[in-house]
């Protein structure tokens, strides 16, 4: 079996931990100020604005209809395929009132119509406005996600572990989901549904990083229990290690191929999910793990 980190390596990971708190630290602060100073660049499925589902006879070049109308409409602009390769849901945000509305339905009819010649004659399918009500509550039902998912984790890790493992599960998860957020508004990512479901993603790989370190931090204390608990827990890191970082380094070779090949509608996606594994595994390693020796050894001292 292929190691990257041969046996035996003996990386101090709990012995640094007040370098990576102290990073963090940093780096949290830095993606809050983000968050509150600049907040998050909404996509028409939060914001609200216009969508309408197009249908063309032959395929047509998806990236060049983007910029096409994100120029000709004068708003930002996603695309969707839906079923066929000719078949095309476009948002565009903006578009409040029935002036907008069709306005903006009719510049997107006359410059298919125009530029477009290739993929044949263009049927408007639908046109729907997309009210600020709707991204309002889509905003509330997506932070209840990420709620009800880290409550979920916490009942999940606590039955399978122990309180204090959970505790720095949520903890250090909560980390990750805010440098990520950080990345995201740093990199101007469009914030909508499929960058939430990348979010989602990044916490349950997070989590299942942390799961294996923590299995085997239980089952070193049991084995040598006479081992200090510092030593035993960088042990067991150590032995993860070659585990943790293949794993990652995989996963990220086959996301970066989406962020290259996938084009602009999966970008988003993949660029959360390039940030969150990166994040994710350096707080598995250097963040989770020393927050559980922190409260062991708080809590001896009591």
Same mark, same amino acid.
């Given at each position: 079996m292929f190691e990257?980190?041969?046996?035996?390596?003996?990386?101090?990971?709990?012995?640094?931990?007040?370098?990576?708190?102290?990073?963090? $630290?940093?780096?949290?602060?830095?993606?809050l100020v983000l968050i509150f100073a600049k %907040?998050?660049?909404? %996509?028409?499925d939060f914001s609200g604005g216009t969508s309408v589902q197009v249908t063309f006879e032959k395929p047509v070049d998806i990236d060049k209809m983007r910029t096409t109308l994100s120029q000709d409409v004068g708003a930002s602009v996603s695309i969707q395929t839906l079923?066929?390769?000719?078949? +095309?849901?476009?948002?565009?945000?903006?578009?409040?009132?029935?002036?907008?509305? @069709?306005?903006?339905?009719?510049?997107?009819?006359?410059?298919?119509?125009a530029k477009f010649?290739? &993929? &044949?004659?263009?049927?408007?399918?639908?046109?729907?406005?997309? %009210? !600020?009500?709707v991204g309002k509550d889509l905003k509330r039902q997506a932070l209840l996600a990420v709620l009800y998912a880290v409550i979920g984790i916490l009942i999940y890790v606590a039955i399978r572990f122990e309180l204090m493992s959970a505790t720095s599960s949520i903890i250090a998860l909560i980390h990750d989901i805010i440098?990520?957020? &950080?990345?995201?508004?740093? $990199?101007?990512?469009? +914030?909508?549904?499929?960058?939430?479901?990348?979010? $989602?993603?990044?916490?349950?790989?997070?989590?299942?990083? @942390?799961?294996?370190i923590f299995d085997r931090i239980r089952e070193?204390?049991?084995?040598?229990?006479?081992? !200090?608990?510092?030593e035993s827990m960088n042990i067991s890191i150590n032995e993860t290690l070659s585990r943790t970082i293949l794993t990652s380094?995989?996963?990220?070779?086959?996301?970066?191929?989406? #962020?290259?090949? &996938? =084009?602009?509608?999966?970008? =988003?996606? #993949?660029?959360?999910m390039i940030a969150g594994i990166i994040i994710g595994t350096y707080s598995s390693i250097g963040i989770a793990s020393? $927050?559980?020796?922190?409260?062991?050894?708080?809590k001896g001292k009591k």
């Open positions: 990257l980190i041969k046996t035996g390596t003996k990386f101090d990971f709990i012995g640094k931990s007040r370098i990576y708190f102290t990073v963090s $630290l940093v780096l949290c602060f830095l993606g %907040g998050f660049n909404y %996509g028409v079923g066929s390769d000719n078949s +095309f849901r476009i948002k565009v945000d903006q578009g409040s009132g029935d002036e907008n509305l @069709k306005k903006i339905s009719d510049t997107i009819s006359n410059t298919l119509k010649s290739e &993929g &044949g004659n263009v049927t408007i399918d639908s046109v729907e406005q997309v %009210g !600020p009500q440098l990520t957020l &950080g990345v995201v508004i740093a $990199l101007n990512v469009t +914030f909508d549904l499929t960058v939430l479901a990348a979010l $989602l993603t990044v916490v349950g790989y997070s989590l299942n990083d @942390k799961i294996v070193r204390a049991r084995m040598d229990e006479h081992i !200090p608990l510092m380094t995989s996963t990220l070779l086959a996301v970066i191929s989406l #962020a290259i090949f &996938g =084009g602009e509608v999966i970008k =988003g996606f #993949a660029i959360v020393s $927050l559980v020796y922190a409260i062991k050894t708080r």
